[in-house]
């Protein structure tokens, strides 16, 4: 299972310049490339080396990072063409662009890590750059020790250097679940297990609204610095927002694995079709990321071997846990069930909850049969 590791590089001033001097020339080279790939019809790699390779030696760059400008045009026009073919964007007019401070990947031969000492030693415009400090976790260097693998990314982004690693584990058997840990995802509650834990998204929604707030406010501006700002905005946005997805998905994967239990999880690829709101709630739920938590939760129960299932969510609000009746009228409020042919009563979460640990464990028994 692959998953990436962010560290923030803290480079002496000089080595900043480098590195600045090093993104500009590879993303001048990688427009060159794009350009070069666009008049000539040549997109493949292989084929855009034998075109391209030549200018690029002559703008100073070496062998490897040469190449690697070279694969990441023709990956982006890999990844274009795959969405024109998609129908999520039109067709090019133009060659693609690259800004002077795109992210740039580095191999094992161009960039090493010395984990231990928190440093890399990086190829750069100026020669190689030994000894740049990087700041991480105990967690985050383990994993970089022992299972990072291919290319990191150097990224330039809001005033700070970063390195992006991806880090590949070898998955850990899964084990027989010895029955499921439902999850209820909402908004009110962004979480509830059948256990009757529940992660209130109330915080995170406030931060949301508020935010959103600002940015109209911001938006009105239309300067640069506003502008600046707004980017600024959304990515601390969405930082914090993950950070809350991986608190609660390692909270459920823990709870789960320490009762030897697999993750129920409801299968949410039609959940904008499916939920009706009034609007600022709706709003609420298009930029609410449970796709991330549900991916968190996957690949944490991954490296955990802890069994993740996928259930059906039709009708886990409004069915009772306890008799399986189906009624509108068993939901009274948001946050109340009470079954009206049986007259079990439970917060309305968690008893959704409790309905999709139990498709998860039919569902189990099922794909599991033999
Ligand atoms: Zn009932």
Redesign the pocket.
């Known amino acids: 299972m692959k998953f990436v590791v962010q560290v923030r590089l803290f480079p002496e001033p000089a080595q900043e310049a480098a590195l600045a001097d090093t993104l500009r020339l590879c993303n001048e080279a990688a427009n060159l490339v794009s350009r070069i790939a666009w008049e000539t019809k040549v997109f493949r790699n292989y084929d855009l080396r034998l075109h391209a390779y030549g200018e690029l030696k002559n703008m100073g760059l070496s062998a490897q990072p040469a190449q690697h400008v070279i694969k990441k045009v023709a990956d982006a026009y890999v990844t274009v063409k795959a969405q024109v073919k998609a129908k999520l964007r039109k067709p090019l007019a133009k060659p693609i662009g690259f800004r002077t401070d795109a992210a740039q990947p580095f191999d094992d031969r161009c960039l090493s890590w010395q984990v231990e000492e928190r440093t890399v030693s990086i190829w750069t415009t100026g020669g190689r750059m030994k000894g740049v400090r990087f700041g991480c976790s105990e967690k985050q260097a383990t994993a970089l020790a022992a299972y990072r693998k291919g290319e990191s990314d150097l990224v330039h982004r809001d005033g700070m250097w970063l390195l992006i690693a991806t880090c590949d584990v070898p998955d850990t058997d899964v084990t027989e679940p010895d029955g499921f840990l439902g999850v209820d995802l909402g908004i009110a509650n962004i979480a509830t297990t059948d256990d009757g834990k529940r992660y209130s998204g109330k915080h995170l929604n406030a931060v949301r609204h508020r935010d959103r707030e600002l940015r109209r406010r911001l938006r009105a501006k239309q300067t640069k610095s506003a502008k600046r700002l707004l980017k600024a905005r959304r990515r601390k946005e969405s930082r914090f927002a993950r950070d809350v997805n991986h608190v609660i998905s390692k909270s459920i994967v823990t709870e789960a694995e320490r009762t030897g239990r697999g993750v129920a999880l409801e299968d949410l690829s039609g959940i904008r079709d499916r939920v009706r709101l009034r609007k600022p709630q709706r709003v609420t739920l298009h930029s609410w990321s449970f796709h991330q938590l549900g991916r968190f939760v996957a690949y944490k129960a991954a490296r955990a071997g802890v069994a993740v299932i996928y259930v059906d969510p039709a009708y886990t609000s409004q069915g ?1 846990s ?4 189906i009624d509108k009228r068993n939901r009274p409020s948001q946050e109340t069930f009470a ?1 009206t ?4 009563a439970e917060h309305a979460d968690v008893n959704a909850a409790r309905n999709i640990a139990k498709r998860g464990v039919a569902g189990w028994a099922v794909s599991h049969a033999a």
Do not use: D, L, Y
């Open positions: 009772c306890a008799c399986g009746h079954c042919s049986c007259g079990f």
